[in-house]
C-alpha cells in the first residue's frame, strides 16, 4: 500500500479538499498510473452531494473523477499491452469478472462484478470504497486501461472517457448517420460532445439549450440548428421530424415536449441522471409508436472504439484546465450551466497542496 495525494469530500454539504488516501500496491494484473488530468463529470457533483442516495448512496470521504488520463509508471507481472511511460485513459471503471456473460457481450458496464472508478466497494479492501481520479495516481486492472490516440490534446481528450463513451454509445447504436436528425438537449459536458460526434457521424444536428450565450458556440462546436427550449414556435417547426434525441440534462425538465418532435418511430434515449423524477406522459409515446430509452456509458471495446473514431476525427473536449484548489469553484459554475465546456483539472496542481 502506499499514499496517493487526492481532493476528497467528507460529507454531502463539505467542499472538496486536500487529503492523503491508500492504493494497492500493483498486482500481476495491475497497470499503476500518474494520472495528468482527470475531466470534471456532473456525476461527480452529484456523487459529492449524495444527490443519487436512493440508488446509490455515497460512502465519504469521496473522491470523485472518472475522466483519466495519465502516464503509466508500473505494471504488473501478467501485463503486457502496457509499458512504462504509455500514455492511457481510464473511465468510469477500474475491474470487472471479464468471465460473466454480460462482460463477454462486452457490457462490462451492467455486470453485477464490476468495479466502478469511485464510490464502488474495493474488491481489494485497500479502502471501503474505490477512490477515483481527482488524485495523482491510481492502480487498476489492465482491462480498464484503454489507448489514448497519440496526437490528442491530453486535457481535452480525458473528457472523452465518460462524455464521450456516454454519447458515442446511444448515437451508434440508434445508427446515426448520413440523412438522420438528430436533437442534442443541454449544451453541457455531454452535450457538446454529442454534437462533434453526431456531426461526424455525418447527421443533421440540432442543439436545444436554455442557455442564449450558447447559441454562437453550439453551432461552431458542429450544430446546423439551435433552439431556445423555451421558444414554443421555434419547437413547433420541428415537430415531428427527429429521428433521435440525446438527452443529457442534469437536472428534471419537461421530457413529453421532445418525444412530440420526434418521428414516427423515433426514439428519444436518455443520459442526464437528474436528481428527481419526471412525468411521462404515454400520449406523446403511443402517438408515432416511439421509444424512449436509457443509457449507461459503454463496455471497454466499445470505449476504445469511441477513443480511436476521436483520433480518426480529431475529436477531443472543449475543456477550460483548472488547477484541482478551484474544484469547489467550478462545482458552482456547472450547476449554474456555465461550464464551456468541460473542466479538465491538471493533475500537477496537486504537489502544491
Ligand atoms: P453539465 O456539463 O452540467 O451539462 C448539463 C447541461 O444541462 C447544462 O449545461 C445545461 O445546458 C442543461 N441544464 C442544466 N440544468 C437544466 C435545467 N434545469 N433545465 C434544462 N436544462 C438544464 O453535465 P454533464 O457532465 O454533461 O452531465 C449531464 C448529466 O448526465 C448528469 O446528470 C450526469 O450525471 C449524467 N451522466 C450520465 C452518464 C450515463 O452513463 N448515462 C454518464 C455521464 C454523465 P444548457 O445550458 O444548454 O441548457
Ligand atoms: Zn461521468
Redesign the pocket.
Known sequence: MYKSKAFAATSPTSVLSGMEIPRRDSLPDDVQIKILFCGV???DL?TVRDEWHAMMPTIYPCVPGHEIVGRVTQVGSNVSKFKVGDIVGVGCMVDCDSKCPTCQEGFEQFSPDTTFTYNSPDKYETAPVTYGGYSDSIVVNQRAVLRVPAHLDLAAAAPLL??GI?TYSPLKRNHISVGKKVGIV??????HMGVKIARAMGAHVVVF???PS?IEDAIRLGAHEVILSNDANQLAAHAGSFDMILD????A?DLNMYLDLLRRGGNMTL????EHQTPINAFSLIYGNKTLSG???GGFAETQEMLDFCGQHSITADVEVIAIQQINEAYDR?LQ?Q?KYRFSIDMASLEAN
Not at 443541454?186 to 452535450?191: E, F, I
Not at 443520459?271 to 437528474?274: A, E, I, L, R
Open positions: 463529470c456532473h456525476s452529484h465518460c462524455a456516454t443541454g449544451l453541457g459536458g455531454l452535450g439549450t436554455t442557455s450558447k443529457t440534462v442534469s437536472a425538465h443520459v442526464g441522471v437528474p443509457s449507461m456509458i456547472m450551466s461550464v
